[in-house]
């Protein structure tokens, strides 16, 4: 284990518990284990993910922070950005340096000055507002462009279904 990695994530921690932006949680899912966070993202207002609370799974490299973390939404849920097994793929969890499919500039991808923060609020205003040019799910991207009142029925759905009615 990095002794780098763990410094800067039990500093990220301490951070995020005394004062965190509105929305988020995370935290370790074990004392054992830094590299492995739980966290609870809130649905923002006036999107169709309002009134969620959805889980994700954030999972930290040994080399952390010179690579990105993975957050996975666990369960998937239905967005754009969003692959089918609960992956979130934007900008700011890519690998540092040039897009080779040359859709994202140098300085949108990660680099070592990201924090945990930084990436949950990310995904909240990627909840917001989708790239469906650079979709992850094609499905929710077709959905989302050419039918969106159903996009939206079909994600409060999911939501009230979470909620147990």
Partial sequence: MSKTAQKRLLKELQQLMKES????VAGP???????????????????PYEGGIFNAKL???KDYPLSPPKLTFTPSILHPNI????????????????????????????SP???????????????????????ANVDACILWRDNR?????????????????
């Fill in 59 to 61: 999972e930290f490299p």
């Fill in 113 to 135: 000055v990201q924090s945990v923060e930084k990436i949950l609020l990310s995904v909240m205003s990627m909840l917001s507002e989708p790239n469906v040019e650079s979709g």
């Fill in 83 to 110: 692959y089918h097994n609960g992956e979130v793929c934007i900008s700011i969890l890519h690998s540092p340096g040039d897009d080779p499919n040359m859709y994202e500039l140098a300085e949108e991808r990660w």
């Fill in 149 to 165: 009142p159903e996009f939206e029925r079909q994600v409060k759905k999911s939501i009230l279904q979470s909620l147990g009615f």
């Fill in 29 to 47: 899912r074990s004392e054992q284990d830094l590299f492995v966070w739980d966290c609870l993202i809130q649905g923002p207002p006036d999107t």
């Fill in 21 to 24: 932006s509105s929305g988020i």
